[in-house]
């Protein structure tokens, strides 16, 4: 058997690509954290919420309506979108100007809400949520066994960070997205409807956590709690990537994904601290973030 | 005894009943917080005309723009444009009534080129320029388009920020103060662009401290002190109200 720094090759290969998967999410799960602080100043404590949320849309749409996974796709985003958006006019809306601690203790309540409302329905075991069946069985890379399934959620996040990096960057929307982000004033005194746009804005960044939680339900199971773990870590990411930051928060994301997933393979007693790591040496050495403008 | 002799509420005579006014301002007050800025201005602005705001630093000019925009909401008063009251409306719709905005600090976006920039505003009427147009105005614009914002010179971001809201169909243009800290010749361009849009009959509302400047474009002024508006004259009788100007503007 082959051997990489004294690292079987397979063990290597596979820890790589659990790494790209964890990144996968950290980096859908990031890009919406980012894109809702950039324009709304609010950090958004519920998105773990809205991920969990995402992947018990989908698992209630199969078990309770008969509707699987690809429908599952559009529809549990749109709904969790459609949430985020109710919950943003109704509350989150009404705390713009003041301190951003009140934004942050609103989501981080809804989460606790969330979370407890789906332990109470549903206990803390996972659920299960089996792939569909274009997607079961795995592909023979030569170098090593890669499940289709997983081999899907790398190319579908990929194609959605990029899509919604089009989007911010070359799209009308996301100029008006962009300006609002710097001086949303003067953006609503040129006539843009920037009230519209922040609302839009949450339920975009909700959706696409709720889309992770889809990709998400046939790998990890579908969990109340499945959120909350993982949100500290994304966290971690977008404070690396730099707050408000879109690219920095994709690019951070698989970076630390890989990064754990090696750190897993040469020493594996650091892996669940790593991120926090690199968290603290880049706040010391670059405030702002890898990716951060400097204020 | 005639009536007509008598003076009229302690109104000075100046302020005369424009009927015919595109922009009518009545007895508008605003506040930045608890500090009361504008005292009751009335101002009126007809079609076609270039009216400029004379007036020291903190005389309220700026703020006078900023009440009409309704970027500053905490204002009492009438804000009437082709009588429609724009003090009820959200910020966004003031815009969409045709009211284009230069701000004195320009507001060239950073992470937005510079025909982002160009093209940000929304069409609030037809009638406005043409992309096509505004880079043979400005012919900078179209050699460094898909720069950033706020790589173009001062200069050139000034232009940028009269391009800006030339598309957009307004009616009316609130400039604040566009030849601060910019050179001669780049004033002098500036000029020669206000004169070209008075001719094809835009409304402007100009802020200036420069009334040299001011005068090549201006119909008429508007002298502000302290919040108020202490006289108007036309533009043929600014040598009649020179010693005023310099005790008002300190130059």
């Known amino acids: 058997m082959s051997t990489i720094f004294g690292i079987p090759a397979p063990a290597l290969y596979g820890q790589i690509l659990i790494g790209l998967i964890n990144g996968s999410f950290y980096a859908l799960l990031s890009l919406g954290l980012a894109v809702i602080?950039?324009?709304?100043?609010?950090?958004?404590?519920?998105?773990?919420?809205?991920?969990?949320?995402?992947?018990?849309?989908?698992?209630?749409?199969?078990?309770?309506?008969?509707?699987?996974?690809?429908?599952?796709?559009?529809?549990?985003?749109?709904?969790?979108?459609?949430?985020?958006?109710?919950?943003?006019?109704?509350?989150?809306?009404?705390?713009?100007?003041?301190?951003?601690?009140?934004?942050?203790?609103?989501?981080?309540?809804?989460?606790?809400?969330?979370?407890?409302?789906?332990?109470?329905?549903?206990?803390?075991?996972?659920?299960?949520?089996?792939?569909?069946?274009?997607?079961?069985?795995?592909?023979?890379?030569?170098?090593?066994?890669?499940?289709?399934?997983?081999?899907?959620?790398?190319?579908?996040?990929?194609?959605?960070?990029?899509?919604?990096?089009?989007?911010?960057?070359?799209?009308?929307?996301?100029?008006?997205?962009?300006?609002?982000?710097?001086?949303?004033?003067?953006?609503?005194?040129?006539?843009?409807?920037?009230?519209?746009?922040?609302?839009?804005?949450?339920?975009?960044?909700?959706?696409?956590?709720?889309?992770?939680?889809?990709?998400?339900?046939?790998?990890?199971?579908?969990?109340?709690?499945?959120?909350?773990?993982?949100?500290?870590?994304?966290?971690?990411?977008?404070?690396?990537?730099?707050?408000?930051?879109?690219?920095?928060?994709?690019?951070?994301?698989?970076?630390?994904?890989?990064?754990?997933?090696?750190?897993?393979?040469?020493?594996?007693?650091?892996?669940?601290?790593?991120?926090?790591?690199?968290?603290?040496?880049?706040?010391?050495?670059?405030?702002?973030?890898?990716?951060?403008?400097?204020? | 005894m005639s009536s007509a002799r008598i003076p009229v509420c302690g109104k000075p005579t100046w302020v005369q009943s424009m009927t015919d006014a595109l922009l009518k301002i009545r007895a508008l007050n605003a506040w930045y917080g608890e500090s009361h800025i504008l005292h009751g201005i009335d101002l009126d602005i007809r079609q076609g005309e270039t009216v400029t705001l004379l007036g020291r630093n903190g005389a309220g000019k700026t703020t006078t723009l900023r009440a009409i925009m309704g970027i500053l909401r905490r204002r009492e008063g009438t804000i009437n444009l082709a009588g429609k009251d724009l003090t009820v409306l959200p910020l966004h719709r003031v815009a969409q009534m045709g009211l284009g905005y230069v701000p004195e600090e320009r507001g060239i976006f950073a992470s937005l080129s510079v025909e982002e920039n160009l093209t940000l505003p929304p069409k609030v009427a037809e009638g406005g320029m043409s992309v096509e147009e505004i880079y043979r105005l400005f012919p900078n614009l179209q050699e460094r388009r898909n720069s950033q914002g706020t790589k173009l010179s001062g200069g050139e971001q000034q232009m940028l920020a009269i391009a800006r809201v030339l598309r957009t169909g307004a009616k009316i243009i609130l400039l604040d103060e566009p030849t601060e800290g910019l050179a001669p010749v780049i004033v002098q361009r500036i000029g020669d662009v206000l004169v070209a849009l008075k001719q094809r009959g835009m409304t402007i509302l100009l802020v200036e401290q420069n009334f040299r400047f001011a005068r090549k474009v201006a119909d008429r002024f508007y002298l502000m002190e302290d919040g108020r508006m202490v006289n108007s004259f036309a533009e043929h009788e600014l040598d009649d109200h020179m010693n005023e100007l310099h005790d008002v503007l300190g130059v």
């Open chain 1, 37 to 295: 602080f950039g324009l709304l100043r609010v950090i958004n404590f519920a998105h773990g919420a809205q991920y969990m949320l995402g992947a018990f849309v989908s698992y209630g749409l199969l078990n309770y309506l008969g509707i699987g996974y690809w429908l599952a796709l559009i529809l549990a985003p749109l709904i969790v979108g459609a949430v985020a958006i109710v919950i943003e006019r109704t509350m989150l809306s009404r705390l713009y100007g003041l301190d951003p601690l009140y934004g942050l203790l609103l989501t981080f309540g809804l989460a606790l809400i969330f979370e407890g409302a789906f332990r109470y329905w549903f206990g803390t075991s996972g659920k299960p949520y089996a792939p569909p069946p274009q997607l079961t069985g795995a592909m023979n890379l030569g170098f090593m066994f890669l499940p289709i399934y997983r081999g899907w959620v790398v190319v579908a996040s990929l194609i959605i960070c990029l899509g919604t990096w089009l989007l911010i960057e070359k799209t009308r929307l996301g100029s008006y997205l962009r300006a609002a982000t710097e001086n949303a004033t003067l953006v609503q005194a040129f006539g843009v409807n920037v009230p519209r746009l922040l609302t839009l804005t949450y339920g975009l960044g909700a959706a696409l956590a709720a889309l992770a939680g889809v990709l998400a339900a046939p790998i990890y199971q579908v969990n109340p709690l499945m959120g909350s773990n993982l949100i500290i870590i994304v966290f971690a990411v977008v404070v690396v990537g730099g707050m408000g930051s879109i690219l920095g928060a994709i690019i951070t994301g698989y970076m630390l994904g890989i990064l754990e997933g090696l750190t897993k393979v040469f020493y594996a007693e650091a892996s669940s601290i790593v991120i926090f790591v690199v968290m603290a040496v880049v706040l010391l050495i670059r405030p702002a973030g890898l990716f951060g403008r400097e204020a």
